[in-house]
């Protein structure tokens, strides 16, 4: 079972990002509102308090004349929050000496110095009260607390208005904003629908610095994806060009060994389609081999393996078909630095079986007869394992080495049976396994030796 990354969707981005910004407006906007409330009436108290002690300081100056002799009358009304604010002026015998048309006949207050509170009837007052040094009069100025409420209001009102216009606005502005920023973000999706799976192509760079990354690593992945793409093509058009000789060669055969005109032609051409069967069956084997290496199926096999019998069960396997052709097939494990043990690496015993065995399988292929291949394993002190397979045949020229390692790149001529398939696969394990594979000349110069070095 192949592992797979879900996505789970956190719902949309913009209105993430809309209901923080505005929640963060409205938040904002709430605690200005409220301090504004808190200071405007905090500076309004101060401000009407103060007011009232200048009336009252005022009026207390014009009690220290003589005003024994002044008619009680009733102070006209010259503004329009005048009729709010009531002052008295009484005597050390407590009599009324001059008011305010909106004052009562009682004492706004018992207090007779500083600022007090009081209840007449019901309204609230906010009073100031002061004598004069002499104690002969007593002046007291208050303020109805509702006419405080209502100057208070019409001066919130006129605070709080330009910041109720300006919280849609700003609203509206962070809608503006959001939507122009994430414009590219829509724009790279319509980019990306537009990709087709067998035609994949960059997307435009141009895009704002934070999304920079993502497009660098999506045009990356598309890259890989595509170049994957086009090597799932070569290896399918490959495949079936590789399948299409042997196939065409079992039934050409099979044909003549049904129109033969005796046993003798009959028994060659079965044996010639017997020939291009196991040709058939090497090539698909192969093929199945290659698919399981490409897709990671043993990628989770990993072990402790001895590489050493590893290459010892590989000779066993292949030693008939050695004998057959008249090679000697030997290993040589005693050239290394450390004992039996550093041969020891962490890796998949059936791909490094698969390795091994393409590696001599070929060798013994391309050798001659009355020739040999040595397989020779050898662990290092650098905590290193060398495995090498040496045979004396052909070879391959230092300028055809790269190439040999592509799939279906056959090299030989002579006309030997192979899929070209065994060097890539080798080399395909080896990079599975951190190790890296090499082609140099044999012993003295002839043949071929395929190296590859492990990491434990």
């Given at each position: 079972m192949t592992d797979s990354i879900s996505l789970?969707?956190?719902?949309?981005?913009?209105?993430?990002?809309?209901?923080?910004?505005?929640?963060?407006?409205?938040?904002?906007?709430?605690?200005?509102?409220?301090?504004?409330?808190?200071?405007?009436?905090?500076?309004?108290?101060?401000?009407?308090?103060?007011?009232?002690?200048?009336?009252?300081?005022?009026?207390?100056?014009q009690a220290g004349e003589d005003v024994d002799d002044i008619e009680i009358e009733h102070a006209p009304n010259l503004h329009r929050h005048a009729q709010q604010v009531a002052f008295q002026i009484w005597d050390d015998e407590g009599r009324l000496q001059l008011h305010s048309a909106n004052a009562p006949a009682t004492p706004l207050s018992t207090a007779r110095n500083g600022y007090s509170d009081t209840r007449i009837g019901t309204e609230s007052w906010r009073v100031f009260s002061i004598a004069t040094p002499d104690a002969r009069h007593q002046v007291q100025?208050?303020?109805?607390?509702?006419?405080?409420?209502?100057?208070?209001?019409?001066?919130?009102?006129?605070?709080?208005?330009?910041?109720?216009?300006?919280?849609?606005?700003?609203?509206?502005?962070?809608?503006?904003?959001?939507?122009?920023?994430?414009r590219p973000v829509r724009q790279l999706g319509d980019a990306l629908s537009q990709q087709q799976p067998g035609q994949l192509h960059p997307l435009d760079t141009s895009v704002p610095r934070e999304l920079a990354p993502l497009v660098t690593r999506l045009n990356e992945l598309m890259l890989r994806v595509d170049a994957s793409l086009d090597s799932e093509r070569r290896f399918t058009s490959d495949a079936s060009h590789e399948l299409r000789t042997p196939l065409a060669a079992i039934r050409t055969q099979l044909q003549v060994a049904q129109g033969a005109r005796d046993d003798a032609e009959r028994d060659r051409a079965i044996t010639m389609a017997l020939s291009a069967g196991e040709r058939a069956t090497r090539l698909i084997e192969q093929l199945l081999t290659l698919a399981r290496v490409d897709h990671g199926v043993l990628a989770s096999k990993a072990s402790a393996v001895n590489l050493r019998d590893v290459a010892l069960q590989c000779i066993e396997l292949l030693a008939p078909e050695a004998a057959r052709k008249h090679v000697e097939l030997g290993l040589d494990a005693g050239g290394g630095d450390t004992g039996n043990n550093a041969s020891i690496i962490t890796g998949h015993a059936d791909l490094l079986q698969i390795l091994l065995r393409n590696l001599v399988d070929n060798a013994i292929r391309y050798s001659p007869a009355d020739s040999s291949v040595t397989v020779h394993v050898a662990g290092r002190h650098n905590g290193t394992v060398a495995v090498s397979v040496c045979d004396e045949g052909p070879g391959i020229p230092q300028e055809q080495r790269e190439a040999a390692m592509q799939r279906f790149r056959r090299l030989d001529t002579s006309g030997r049976q192979g899929s070209g398939l065994g060097l890539s696969i080798a080399d395909r394990i080896a990079t599975l396994h951190g190790a890296t594979l090499t082609l140099s000349d044999g012993p003295d110069g002839k043949g071929l030796c395929v190296r590859i070095l492990f990491s434990t």
């Open positions: 789970r969707k956190s719902g949309s981005l913009r209105r993430q990002l809309l209901l923080l910004l505005l929640g963060g407006l409205a938040i904002i906007w709430l605690g200005t509102a409220v301090l504004t409330v808190i200071e405007t009436r905090q500076e309004l108290d101060e401000l009407l308090d103060a007011h009232l002690a200048q009336s009252a300081a005022l009026l207390l100056a100025v208050g303020e109805s607390r509702a006419a405080r409420e209502e100057l208070a209001a019409e001066m919130l009102g006129q605070l709080l208005s330009p910041l109720l216009v300006a919280l849609p606005l700003l609203g509206l502005l962070v809608w503006l904003a959001v939507t122009r920023a994430l």
